[in-house]
């Protein structure tokens, strides 16, 4: 009687093992080709979109029409631009073709830089046609490795899938390729590697577009003396969360980072809540606090916005921040954020922005970034507004309601500071910031103030 028993366990045993293999080998298969498909996809994007933006850009050299070169520039922009995303979303086993997104994202940068200057009534120099010619030749050889590649895949009998595939022993390798039999193993692909080679040595671009090979590494304009030790380090940071919280914190752990702005980053304990942590990033030049996060769990409101603009402003002030102004402020459950930037004069400078964070439970500074502004703090030769505030009203669409005039240093792409005169504007129940240069009257941005839960926000 038993062995009959164990006799029916084990078949059923059995049978749920060969049932659950097959429900798994169908999902496999089904994951499999979803990955396929994506991989395909993205590849013969990448592939037309590098073929289409070679051709505007080559479209704007042939044109004679400033109009027509802007338009193919911006076809240009918008095509090198899609071919960098589809790059990032492809497997590329073992390459990592940072040469070639950089690339993408010069000449997607650099048409649009071109469009703009042309849109603005400007030329293009014989310097920037010979850079455009540069970049459309390289763009050709890119299609050209892209289509090797393409032979190869093909040659090769290669799946995109396949390049998802995990390091496994030899055993289980074979019951995998059992269980999904179309795979294959993925080989070299050539016209990537070659690709990225070639465009490492790339000549820099020229300009001051956002990815301008000179931009690339900004330098924090804001942070003045020597490099600090890690003591001192901690003693500054235990002393700006002491006072962020009115509590009493211990180091708990410190290490180093060394990003764009070198910092010591610290793990701090509340003696007082031991579950609270403090993760507080100063900087290791100068040895200023870069950045504060609490992230305790914060208790019903008791505070309003008001008042927590006041505790956030208080703060600022203690701190040595004493001419900074309140911009926009949001509430993000409940805790409020208020965005500070720097004052000269009648100037507002949004380049030097600080945010806080509040908690409206007890008042209590939970988030601190002041990356931005010790990234672009400097002391600066503000020019003179050669426009009135009445000659920067009169640029305005006369279908909008003017608000209010005041004068703002605005950041642009590659690191441009404009003087404008941000003009608030009201069309229809929707406002806008319109920021008209104050020397030489162009539009230079508009945004649109979005009103949201708790605060409000520029799109």
Do not use: C
């Not at 004679?64 to 922009?77: F, G, I, K, M, N």
């Not at 996060?293 to 208080?314: F, I, M, Q, S």
Request: overall charge positive; proline content about 6%.
């Amino acid at each position: 009687m038993k062995r009959r028993i164990s006799t029916i366990v084990l078949t059923l045993a059995l049978l749920m093992a060969v049932g659950w293999g097959l429900w798994e080998r169908a999902n496999r298969l089904t994951l499999a080709n979803a990955v396929e498909a994506g991989g395909q996809r993205d590849f013969y994007n990448l592939l037309s979109y590098v073929e289409q933006a070679q051709v505007s850009i080559g479209k704007s050299l042939a044109s004679s029409s400033p109009r027509q070169q802007a338009v193919h520039l911006t076809e240009a922009w918008n095509q090198a631009a899609a071919a960098q995303l589809s790059l990032s979303q492809l497997p590329t086993p073992g390459i990592k073709p940072i040469n070639t997104s950089k690339f993408l994202a010069q000449t997607s940068d650099y048409s649009n830089y071109l469009a703009q200057k042309l849109a603005r009534g400007g030329e293009i120099s014989p310097q920037e046609r010979e850079q455009l010619a540069r970049l459309r030749d390289e763009m050709k050889r890119l299609a050209l490795d892209l289509r090797q590649t393409e032979s190869q895949v093909a040659s090769k009998g290669l799946r995109w899938s396949s390049f998802y595939s995990t390091r496994m022993p030899q055993p289980l390798r074979t019951i995998a390729r059992l269980a999904v039999p179309v795979q294959a193993q993925a080989g070299p692909l050539e016209g990537f590697v070659n690709a990225d080679r070639r465009l490492q040595t790339l000549p820099s671009l020229n300009y001051d577009g956002p990815f301008s090979d000179h931009l690339e590494k900004p330098r924090p304009l804001g942070l003045k003396g020597g490099e600090i030790s890690q003591a001192e380090a901690e003693r500054k940071a235990l002393a700006f969360a002491n006072d962020a919280s009115n509590s009493s914190y211990r180091v708990q752990a410190t290490r180093t980072s060394n990003g764009l702005l070198p910092t010591f980053a610290l793990n701090l304990i509340d003696n007082r809540r031991p579950n609270v942590i403090v993760h507080i990033d100063v900087s290791k030049q100068g040895g200023e606090i870069i950045s504060l996060l609490n992230t305790r769990p914060v208790g019903a409101p008791t505070l309003d916005a008001a008042k927590a603009l006041e505790r956030a402003t208080a703060f600022l002030k203690a701190h040595g921040f004493a001419n900074m102004q309140p911009t926009y402020t949001v509430r993000t459950g409940n805790s409020q954020v208020i965005t500070f930037a720097a004052k000269e004069g009648d100037v507002l400078l949004y380049p030097d922005q600080v945010k806080v964070k509040v908690a409206l439970d007890n008042g209590e500074i939970t988030g601190w970034d002041a990356t931005p502004y010790y990234m672009a703090h400097h002391n600066r030769q503000l020019p003179k507004p050669k426009l009135t505030p009445a000659e920067a009203r009169a640029k305005i669409n006369s279908g909008l309601k003017v608000e209010g005039v005041r004068l703002a240093l605005i950041p642009l792409p590659g690191g441009i500071e404009k003087l404008t005169y941000e003009v608030k504007t009201k069309l229809d129940d929707t406002y806008y910031l319109s920021y008209i240069n104050a020397i030489t009257g162009e539009e230079e941005k508009v945004l649109q103030i979005v009103d949201v839960p708790g605060g409000q926000l520029t799109m």
